[in-house]
């Protein structure tokens, strides 16, 4: 099956700095790939996305790439601020009908003020 | 809007007896229910798989016998821990969509089980 690899585990920046997080992924297959915020005591919530016709995505400071070829996505967070902190994954989606998706093991982000 | 209810957001059971959870979808049909477990430090191991229409698909490491599932129609679906163990407690979560696999499941605020 997918297997979804991610990094760094923890990742700590000041305020105001850029965050970054990489994933890559084994299936060429998987075309859709979200990114999920959780914030302690909380269940995960979909922050960003992006699928396999877009190289890039920008929701307001969350930036997405998707490089293909060498089967890797990231999500950068612009201009960090102390509500970013939190624990993010990243997740890859099976393709072939079986709506499986497999989650990378998680980055936790603290934000310094 | 819609959201994914999960009930009970807590609890606790004693060591080998039984829990069951409940995930209700509000708002959309959930054609597929995927029951998701983060184990302490961990992240989501997906448990099992149901879609409308197809027999609920199990990973490795889970079984219908340990975790049975029950999706009777588009927007419930409920899951048993049989005989709980420590090695069970985390929190469940349960991630329903309305669509296929290119888009992200919305996820209920999961059931946090611990075992005594």
């Known amino acids: 099956g997918e297997q979804v690899e991610q990094l760094p585990s923890i990742l700590r920046v000041q305020e105001g700095s850029s965050a970054s997080i990489n994933c890559s992924y084994e299936?060429?297959?998987?075309?859709?790939f979200p990114w999920y915020k959780q914030e302690p005591g909380e269940n995960p919530k979909l922050i960003i996305d992006?699928?396999?016709?877009?190289e890039r995505k920008q929701i307001q400071e969350l930036i997405v790439l998707l490089d293909k070829k060498a089967k890797r996505f990231s999500l950068h967070i612009t201009d960090t601020q102390p509500g970013d902190s939190a624990m993010y994954f990243c997740?890859?989606?099976?393709?072939?009908?079986?709506?499986?998706?497999?989650f990378g093991q998680g980055t936790v982000l603290s934000v310094i003020p | 809007g819609a959201l994914v209810y999960q009930y009970p957001r807590r609890t606790i059971c004693k060591s080998g007896t039984s829990m069951r959870m409940e995930c209700q979808a509000v708002?959309?049909?959930?054609?597929?229910v995927a029951w998701y477990r983060q184990s302490p430090q961990k992240t989501f191991e997906l448990i099992a798989l149901?879609?409308?229409?197809?027999?609920?698909?199990?990973e490795q490491n889970f079984t219908q016998e340990k975790f049975p599932i029950s999706h009777p129609n588009l927007s419930f679906s409920s899951m048993t821990v049989l005989n709980a163990y420590l090695e069970d407690r985390g929190l469940y979560l349960c991630?329903?969509?309305?669509?296929?696999?290119?888009?992200?499941?919305?996820f209920g605020e999961g059931t946090r089980l611990s075992v005594l």
């Open positions: 997740a890859g989606a099976a393709t072939g009908g079986n709506n499986k998706l497999t």
């Open positions: 299936d060429s297959a998987s075309n859709y």
């Open positions: 992006i699928r396999s016709n877009m």
């Open positions: 708002g959309f049909q959930a054609t597929s």
């Open positions: 149901s879609t409308v229409n197809s027999a609920i698909k199990y």
């Open positions: 991630g329903a969509r309305a669509g296929g696999w290119n888009q992200a499941p919305l």
